[in-house]
Each structure stands twice: as C-alpha cells, then as structure tokens.
C-alpha cells in the first residue's frame, strides 16, 4: 500500500501547477483539433487515458484521418516516443523498489512527469513514491481534462484556430531553454541539437528520429571521458 | 477516413507502441543496481539531448527554399526565447508565442 496519499498529493500539485497551465492548454488545443476532424470529446478521453503522449496524438490525428495502415502507424508510435527509451535509462535507479505503482509510474512518464520526477525531491516527511505518484495522476488528470474541454469547446469556437499547434513547437522551446539554463555543460544540448540537424538533412523529415538517436549515443559513447569530467 | 473499429485498433497500437519505449529500459534492466557504469551515464546526458531531438522535431517540415523561408516559426521562437529569458514564465511564452504565431500565418505570409 501506499502510504498518505493525500498528503503527498497536496505536496505535489504546487510543483505540477506550470504544468496544469500548459497541459490544460495543449489539451485544449489538441481537444480542438480532434473535435474539427470529427472526433467527440469521448474519442479525446480515450486517446488521453491510453495513449497519454503529446507529440504523439498531435501526429496520430493525421492517421487517424487518413488511410488505415496500422503497421505505419506503430512505428510511427515508436519512433515519435523513441526518446522515452532515453527517460527510461534515466529513471532506473529512480523507479526501483517502488513496487505496485512502478507500472503506473512508467506508463505514465512523459516529458513534462519525467522532467519533475528527476529534478524535485519531496518534503522529508512525504513518501517517495506516494509523491511520484501523485505528480503522474495529476499531470495525466490535466492532460485529460484540457483534451474533453478542447474537444466540447472546439465545434463552438467560431475564430479560425489555424496555427494553434504551434503551442507544443513553443513547449519543447521553453523546456529546451529551461534545461540550458540549469546546466553548464552544454555539451548533451548541443549534440542533440547537432544529431537532430543532422539526420534531417541526411534522412529527411520523415524518418530521422531513429538515425539521429544513433547519432547522439554514438557521440556521448566516444566523448564520454571528456562529457563526464565536465558533469563533477 | 478509417471506421470506428479501425480507429479503436490504430488507438490501441499507438497505445502500444507507446507503452513499448516506456517499458523497454525497465524490461532490460529489472534492478538499477545491475545496469553497468556506462547505462547510468547516458541516462544522465541523455535528458537535455532528447529536448533537443525534440526542438528539431517541431522545425523538421520548414522549407528554406520556398516562400515564406520559415520565417514564422523563426520570428515566433525568437519571441518566445525572449520573453522566455526576460519573464521566466513557462504559461506567458507558450501563450504569447503562440498567439505571434498563428497571427503571422493567418493574417502577414
């Protein structure tokens, strides 16, 4: 069993409230986007409850609009959440030993849970993993609720939301921006950046996640003597 | 446009698929203490190199070469950096960006 779980949700929420804003608006504009190809705000509920993956059910909205191919689409599902495999490495010593909820905390992980669980401790006489917990539900509970308010909201609206998903390219900026600032060697960012640029060129828009990942572990293997001494 | 049975099938291997690159690491490495040295170092600079990914992920379809150049998503970054650095506010750069951006795609280029 878990033990106090209010209390650690009341000591959570004040470390998820820039993400309760920026949740309930990327899941307003997602909920808009869904409702304008003709999808209820119940097919919304569904996508956030099992899928609980942003960048991925903004790119599943085209495929579930265009032809049916679902090979197409798990590797796209792969390829789009590749990075979590990078999250996952992260959050190995993390995640261990807390038990029942350790499927949940894993499910759960996306960029935003994943960014607080690694770097917010919680008060000392809060459990651990109540506290993780906690973070996950309530991130997954405004990702959730913003997507069903998009979704009743999107057919009323009457101003042409073209250009609303620019909310998640401006997102991924400010969290990118966010993670220079707290750290002095730059190196990681720049050689994301780097592989990224890089695999775009080389293998175009559609297919460069997978090559650039590659690309990034190859660097990080080769300069690890030097990133690491700059990490102490 | 799939039927409802195709689109709950392509729900839940997106569902999947997802649930894949979020439980493979664990999969592989069931007790942290046994992952060796060099899986604890990635997982460290891994983070800030996946945004990084992420930021050209969202840049990946701009064409240089054809009108407008990328020039709102150029101009809408540039506003977000700013008042990113300057406010510090996650909300207010997400919001202002957005809306400098779909005025410069709705009503300038």
Known sequence: ?232 | MPTITQALILIAILSLGTAITRFLPFVFFPNAESAPPYVHYLGKMLPTAAISLLVVYCFREIELTAAPHGLPEVIAIAAVAALHIWKKNTLLSIAAGTVVYMGLVQFVF
């Open chain 1, 1 to 232: 069993m878990i033990k106090n779980l209010p209390k650690a949700f009341k000591a959570a929420f004040p470390h998820t409230i820039p993400v309760l804003t920026g949740f309930i608006f990327l899941g307003i504009a997602y909920g808009i986007l869904m409702s304008g190809r003709g999808f209820g705000w119940y097919w919304i509920l569904l996508t956030s409850v099992v899928v609980f993956a942003g960048a991925l059910q903004f790119v599943g909205i085209s495929l579930l609009t265009s032809v049916f191919d679902p090979l197409y689409a798990f590797l796209i599902a792969i390829s789009v959440n590749a990075r979590h495999l990078f999250y996952g490495i992260s959050m190995l010593e993390k995640f261990s030993g807390t038990g029942k909820i350790k499927p949940y905390l894993i499910f759960g992980m996306c960029d935003e849970t994943f960014s607080i669980l690694c770097s917010t401790e919680p008060p000392e006489n809060v459990d651990k993993r109540a506290f993780m917990f906690a973070v996950t539900a309530l991130h997954q509970s405004y990702w959730v609720v913003g997507g069903v308010i998009g979704g009743l909201i999107g057919p009323l609206l009457t101003f042409d939301t073209y250009g609303i998903d620019f909310v998640m390219t401006a997102f991924f900026v400010v969290i990118f921006i966010n993670k220079w600032r707290a750290s002095k060697n730059h190196a990681p960012a720049l050689i994301g950046l780097g592989a990224a640029t890089a695999g775009v060129l080389v293998f175009g828009a559609d297919n460069f996640i997978i090559p650039a990942m590659i690309l990034i572990i190859v660097c990080l293997t080769v300069f690890r003597k030097q990133l690491a001494k700059g990490e102490e």
